[in-house]
């Protein structure tokens, strides 16, 4: 029996305290042939330490800091570390996250020549007290652009196992000028190129919230975030007739955004509110051609 190089791509930076968790689950795979290779993205903490301590463990463990040369964030490192991979088949992973221990197993098994990836949920839990929130929804209604659009299915970065060679064949990989919701316009993107995707309805790996994530401080009203959100949904409103593909709740989804994005600036009395007005006024007129 063939078993394939997959390579394990993990940007980090400032982690410490938790890649270890996510390390060791990695060593724990019941699948053996793996890479791992880890990008710091200018940690100042003790991560340099700790993963030397890992490198020598096991010498699949690759770990690179960022060159000064590539912009810095989680996409640029995401990127760098395919540049350094060498599997057949590829899984970005977050460095807080934990693998079952026959996560890459199953995945790789439901692999066959005509399959570019295989997609599996995950178990959201509590960071601070280790407890199940809830699984994502992986399974789409029928038409999986607008589902993902919409958020009626989600699947973070870490769900996929994608084929090299189906990677290879994109003009971008992750956008490095994007802040957040960067899984999601990768994602997304990879959609348009209708790859034969095989979904498994079954978490694979634990997905850790922090109460004091990211996503909850755009919870209370981050700007620039929400500016950044902006840009992507605006972003993909050029892909999708690229794509062939139109539909009125994604322009109704997309208008609403941007309403309540204007509404919080207003109520804040935030500097980006005329930033957001124009941006209303201006999906308003695209969208009567759209």
Same mark, same amino acid.
């Given at each position: ?22 390390? #060791? ?21 003790? =991560? ?16 690179? $800091? ?17 540049? $350094? ?8 992973? #977050?460095? #807080? ?37 809830? %699984?994502?929804?992986?399974?789409? =209604? ?24 189906? /990677?290879?064949?994109?003009?971008? /990989? ?33 997905? +850790? ?15 620039? %975030? ?6 992507? +949904? ?16 994604? +322009? ?6 941007? $309403?309540?994005?204007? $509404? ?17 006024? =201006? ?8």
């Amino acid at each position: 029996m063939i078993f394939p190089l997959i390579s394990i791509i993990i940007p980090t930076y400032n982690r410490a305290h938790l890649i270890n968790i996510t390390l #060791d689950s990695i060593l724990a795979q019941t699948y053996q042939n793996w890479e791992c290779i880890i990008i710091d993205d200018g940690s100042s903490d003790n =991560t340099a330490e700790l993963l030397q301590k890992y490198q020598d463990l096991d010498s699949r463990f690759q770990y690179y $800091k960022r060159p000064d040369t590539k912009k810095k964030g989680p996409n640029s490192c995401r990127n760098f570390g395919f540049e $350094k991979s060498k599997g057949e088949f590829i899984n970005w992973f #977050d460095s #807080d996250d934990i693998l079952f221990e026959d996560s890459i197993a199953l995945r790789i098994a439901n692999f066959n020549q005509s399959i570019d990836g295989v997609v599996a949920k995950c178990e959201i839990f509590d960071s601070s007290n280790g407890l199940k929130i809830a %699984e994502n929804t992986i399974l789409s =209604t029928g038409n999986m652009i607008k589902d993902y659009f919409l958020g009626n299915m989600t699947f973070y970065v870490s769900g996929p196992i994608w084929r090299r060679s189906f /990677l290879e064949k994109q003009q971008e /990989l992750f956008d490095e000028e994007i802040r957040y919701l960067d899984d999601w316009d990768f994602n997304l993107r990879m959609l348009y190129q209708s790859p034969n995707i095989k979904f498994l309805d079954i978490p694979v790996f634990r997905y +850790r919230f922090h109460a004091f994530s990211l996503s909850k401080q755009i919870d209370h009203s981050n700007m620039e %975030e929400f500016k950044s959100e902006c840009l992507a +949904r605006n972003k993909h409103l050029k892909l999708i007739p690229k794509a062939g593909f139109k539909n009125i709740q994604i +322009r109704n989804f997309i208008i609403k955004r941007h $309403k309540v994005f204007l $509404k919080e600036a207003l109520v804040k009395k935030d500097k980006n509110s005329f930033w957001f007005f124009l941006k209303l006024i =201006t999906l308003q007129i695209r969208f009567k051609k759209f």
